[in-house]
């Protein structure tokens, strides 16, 4: 009985990576619409669909992270400036994604802008520190996707949606982050199966946690000492300033426990907008596969539990 179940499951793994393996045609004529382009993945996506011969449309937040951009590029590659918090941002580049693509429409679009702020315990925080957050993550990848989502529908493309493990598995101290991303998931659940009637495939990514300029030890540590400044004195008095200083070590050690190579992620990315047969979830990295995906599927109890044993503890715990 088990010989039969492993010989299944490795003529469906066989079959599986021969259809993965299958190739869209004509790529040199597809247009990809990316956000978040100044560094990270969409940075060395943009890059690395651009060495493929793709159609890439860039959208930077600055305009020195398009310069940039362009000058590690070709020339097949365009740069708009977008900040997805704007409406008006979204609207003209909307209409400059129409003047390049034309009646083709866009192939892909790739919601990779995103920020990871406003971190603590949710006690340290208020509603403008969520909304900061959201506003990038979730509601400005919603109204980027309604925006371009007639282009999309005219090429029977693909839209890729950058979530995380963290849109998976809630942990404490990021919870705007967790929110977002969470958002993400569904949003993008329920995008392809109304999409799927039309011929668009909707790919969510869901990379571990790797090195990116959103990662920064520096930067998240000054984030977080700003939040405990405006923290209540009743709120300091209950987690008291040895839990503070125990995550500030904490997030000082990230940057060691960072996976480096974002290919695994952009790899991820670009198979979902080349693949005739693309996955409907790519989890990136050993992390993610191996640690936090299996930790999803576990008993809430038990997830819990882990979680309460493992973290740092405030001052006045029970």
């Known amino acids: 009985m088990w010989l039969y179940l492993v010989v299944l499951l490795g003529l469906w793994n066989i079959l599986r990576l021969f259809r993965e393996r299958k190739v869209v045609s004509h790529l040199q004529d597809k247009h990809v619409f990316i956000t978040g382009c100044d560094s990270g993945f ?16 860039a959208a930077c937040l600055t305009e020195n992270g398009a310069e940039e951009l ?37 192939w892909g679009l ?7 702020i406003s971190l603590g315990p949710s006690g340290w925080l208020n509603k403008e520190d969520f909304a900061k957050v ?23 493309g693909r839209v890729v949606n950058v979530s995380s493990v963290m849109g998976r598995v ?16 569904a949003f993008s659940d329920s995008l392809r199966r109304e999409l799927s009637y039309f011929g668009v495939k909707v790919a969510i990514i869901e990379p571990g946690v790797f090195k990116t300029a959103l990662s920064s030890s520096d930067r998240l540590s000054s984030n977080m000492n700003m939040v405990w400044d ?12 040895n839990f503070l200083a125990s ?11 960072c996976n480096e190579d974002l290919s695994l992620v952009t790899d991820c990315m670009e198979h979902a907008l080349t693949s005739c047969h693309p996955r409907t979830r790519y989890s990136a990295g050993w992390d993610a596969k191996l640690f936090y995906l299996p930790m ?9 539990a882990m979680i309460y044993w493992t973290s740092i503890k405030p001052a006045k715990a029970l």
């Not at 690395?48 to 793709?54: I, V, Y």
């Not at 995550?247 to 426990?257: A, C, G, H, N, P």
């Open 110 to 116: 790739v919601n990779n802008a995103g920020i990871s």
């Open 42 to 57: 969409g940075n060395l996506l943009a890059r690395q669909l651009d060495r493929r011969g793709m159609r890439v449309l």
């Open 230 to 241: 405006q923290a209540s004195s009743e709120v300091k008095e209950i987690y008291g300033e």
């Open 296 to 304: 999803s599927y576990l008993p809430t109890f038990l997830v819990d």
């Open 70 to 106: 362009r000058s590690k590029t070709s020339d097949r590659l365009e740069t708009v400036i977008l900040d997805v918090t704007k409406t008006e941002s979204i609207v003209a580049a909307t209409q400059w994604v129409k003047e390049h693509v034309g009646n083709r429409g866009l």
């Open 247 to 257: 995550y500030l070590s904490m997030l000082k050690s990230l940057d060691q426990k």
């Open 170 to 185: 809630s942990f404490p101290g990021s919870v705007p982050y967790n929110i977002s991303k969470c958002g993400v998931e």
């Open 134 to 156: 959201l506003d990038v993550n979730l509601l400005g990848m919603i109204e980027v996707t309604l925006s371009m989502l007639s282009l999309v529908r005219k090429a029977r």
